[in-house]
């Protein structure tokens, strides 16, 4: 059983439709992630949470909104998705953030069909 | 140039193969570097971390050249269950350290 658990496992939604992604982390990390992952391509970073602070956003567009309440939650709120966002999304957890990030632990993913 | 490139593969190779699997990154001041495996619609999982002077665990085989910014990973007498995709992966110091993934490569060990 993975220390990260993401939630819903499948998505599959509208390009007018909201929803909403959500990652739990039980190994009492201080850093959280969101990756996206298509097909065929590098596992790309969205989102980083250092301590509950965002400390990265990596030019994603502002139909992808996270948010994270405390360290062990994190989100990823959808809104007017484009068919192009179908992907894998990722969550991950470390136990520090910063230049020396150590191991990654990944969630299972949600996999997302925009329509 | 791609910060993290690698032979996307496949390779396919019979059980109790050698396999070497070979990386080069574009930022010379990385310092971290690691080989995370994935297996097919699952999440990656790190495999082995990268040292400067090469680690070995089990039969897996890491080596890291600066000089060349090159990372190898060698798989010795291969199993059917090494089957999967290696990701490789170096950390971006002065971005605040974060992780850049390669493409990944994949490898099918065959009976």
């Known amino acids: 059983e993975t220390g990260v658990t993401q939630t819903p496992r499948h998505l599959v939604m509208g390009m007018t439709n909201k929803k909403s992604l959500k990652c739990e982390q039980h190994?009492?990390?201080?850093?959280m992630y969101w990756y996206k992952q298509s097909a065929k391509k590098p596992l790309e970073l969205m989102f980083v949470?250092?301590?509950?602070?965002?400390?990265e956003n990596n030019s994603v567009p502002s139909r992808f909104s996270p948010e994270c309440p405390n360290s062990s939650h994190l989100f990823l709120h959808l809104h007017t998705l484009q068919p192009e966002d179908s992907a894998l999304y990722l969550c991950?957890?470390?136990?520090?953030?910063?230049?020396?990030?150590?191991?990654?632990?990944f969630g299972e993913g949600s996999r997302l069909t925009v329509l | 140039r791609k910060e993290v490139e690698q032979d996307p593969g496949p390779f396919n190779v019979p059980e109790g193969a050698t396999v070497a699997f070979n990386c080069t990154y574009s930022?010379?001041?990385?310092?971290?570097f690691f080989w995370y495996r994935q297996d097919c619609r699952k999440e990656p999982k790190l495999l082995m971390s990268v040292y400067s002077s090469g680690n070995e665990d089990g039969r897996f085989t890491a080596q890291l050249n600066r000089a060349s910014q090159y990372i190898s990973l060698l798989i010795r007498d291969s199993k059917l269950s090494d089957s999967a995709t290696y990701l490789c992966v170096v950390n971006r110091p002065n971005q605040g350290g974060k992780l850049i993934f390669g493409q990944g490569t994949e490898l099918s060990v065959k009976p």
């Open positions: 949470y250092s301590l509950e602070e965002r400390v």
């Open positions: 991950a957890s470390s136990s520090r953030g910063g230049p020396d990030t150590g191991e990654l632990f």
């Open positions: 190994l009492g990390h201080n850093a």
């Open positions: 930022n010379s001041a990385s310092q971290s």
